[in-house]
C-alpha cells in the first residue's frame, strides 16, 4: 500500500481497493403457516410432543448486487404419531453484497446471511407457538457452515473453506 500525507502531515495508508460491503436491506416474512389440528385440546398435560426442525437455505440474486436470502423452517410436533402443530416459515432478506470476490460469494449467501437473519425467524417460530397456545419454541442456534458444507457434497461440489 501507498502512504499518503493526511492534513495532519501524518502518512496514512491507501486502500488498494474498496472495502467488501454486505448490507441487510430489509428482511421480511415470505410465507409463513401455522397448523394446531388439536385445537382447542393440544397437548395432553405431562406429554411432550416429538419435535423435528428442518432448515434450508434459498439464494437468488436480483441484479445490481442485490440478494434475496431466505430461510425455510419446518417444525412438525408429534405426540403419539399424531400431529401437534405444524409451522412452516418462509423468512427473507434483501441482502446487498458489495467487493466480494466471485470464489467467496456463495459461502456468504449461504453462511453469513442466514446467521443474521435466524434471530428474527427464531422469534417468528417461537410467537407463532406461543400465540398457538403452547410453550413458545426456541430453536437452538443453527451451524449454517455445515449445513453449506452438506449442501456442496450433495451438489458434488468442493466446499469452501
Given at each position: 500500500?501507498?502512504?499518503?500525507?493526511?492534513?495532519?502531515?501524518?502518512?496514512?495508508?491507501?486502500?488498494?481497493?474498496?472495502?467488501?460491503?454486505?448490507?441487510?436491506?430489509?428482511?421480511?416474512?415470505?410465507?409463513?403457516?401455522?397448523?394446531?389440528?388439536?385445537?382447542?385440546?393440544?397437548?395432553?398435560?405431562?406429554?411432550?410432543?416429538?419435535?423435528?426442525?428442518?432448515?434450508?437455505?434459498?439464494?437468488?440474486?436480483?441484479?445490481?448486487?442485490?440478494?434475496?436470502?431466505?430461510?425455510?423452517?419446518?417444525?412438525?410436533?408429534?405426540?403419539?404419531?399424531?400431529?401437534?402443530?405444524?409451522?412452516?416459515?418462509?423468512?427473507?432478506?434483501?441482502?446487498?453484497?458489495?467487493?466480494?470476490?466471485?470464489?467467496?460469494?456463495?459461502?456468504?449467501?449461504?453462511?453469513?446471511?442466514?446467521?443474521l437473519l435466524f434471530p428474527f425467524a427464531r422469534r417468528v417460530v417461537a410467537d407463532a407457538t406461543r400465540d398457538g397456545g403452547f410453550p413458545p419454541l426456541m430453536i437452538d442456534p443453527i451451524d449454517f457452515f455445515?449445513?453449506?458444507?452438506?449442501?456442496?457434497?450433495?451438489?458434488?461440489?468442493?466446499?469452501?473453506?
Amino acid at each position: 500500500m501507498a502512504d499518503q500525507q493526511g492534513s495532519n502531515g501524518e502518512a496514512q495508508p491507501q486502500a488498494a481497493g474498496a472495502p467488501a460491503r454486505l448490507s441487510i436491506l430489509t428482511q421480511y416474512v415470505k410465507d409463513m403457516s401455522f397448523e394446531n389440528p388439536r385445537a382447542p385440546y393440544g397437548v395432553q398435560q405431562g406429554t411432550r410432543p416429538e419435535i423435528q426442525i428442518r432448515v434450508d437455505v434459498r439464494t437468488a440474486s436480483l441484479g445490481d448486487d442485490r440478494h434475496e436470502v431466505v430461510l425455510d423452517i419446518n417444525v412438525e410436533a408429534k405426540a403419539e404419531d399424531s400431529p401437534v402443530f405444524l409451522v412452516e416459515l418462509a423468512y427473507g432478506g434483501l441482502f446487498e453484497l458489495a467487493n466480494i470476490p466471485a470464489d467467496g460469494m456463495q459461502m456468504l449467501l449461504q453462511v453469513e446471511c442466514p446467521r443474521l437473519l435466524f434471530p428474527f425467524a427464531r422469534r417468528v417460530v417461537a410467537d407463532a407457538t406461543r400465540d398457538g397456545g403452547f410453550p413458545p419454541l426456541m430453536i437452538d442456534p443453527i451451524d449454517f457452515f455445515s449445513l453449506y458444507r452438506r449442501k456442496m457434497q450433495a451438489a458434488g461440489a468442493p466446499a469452501e473453506s
